[in-house]
């Protein structure tokens, strides 16, 4: 399975972004999928995950911002990014919360003060 993230940007804090994940393959519609987040100098971090049947989960300091979802038709999962902060500032990547597949190469998210 590849994973291939796109949507990322450049945006002022207060702004919005939604990423999207697409997974080649059939297999997708089997797992809990993830979006992780990787800051320049610290480790990958899961900050939201799906499950099979859309049951969502947050770490805190997204939670009540960010929004999970996914299109299991269409392989794909989704991260709507509301009231950005600097600190969301990282590069986005989603795969299955055990980390089962390849890591694409990420989308990179720059939030502006």
């Known amino acids: 399975v590849q994973l291939q993230a796109s949507g990322g940007g450049l945006v002022q804090a207060g702004g919005s972004l939604r990423v999207s994940c697409a997974a080649s393959?059939?297999?997708?519609?089997?797992?809990?999928m993830g979006w992780f987040r990787q800051a320049p100098g610290k480790q990958r971090l899961l900050v939201a995950r799906?499950?099979?049947?859309?049951?969502?989960g947050y770490t805190d300091s997204v939670k009540g911002r960010f929004t999970i979802s996914r299109d299991n038709a269409k392989n794909t999962v989704y991260l709507q990014m509301n009231s950005l902060k600097p600190e969301d500032t990282a590069i986005y990547y989603c795969?299955?919360?055990?980390?089962?597949?390849?890591w694409g190469q990420g989308t990179l998210v720059t939030v502006s003060s």
């Open positions: 393959g059939s297999t997708f519609g089997r797992y809990t």
């Open positions: 795969n299955t919360i055990s980390s089962s597949f390849s």
């Open positions: 799906v499950s099979v049947t859309g049951v969502t």
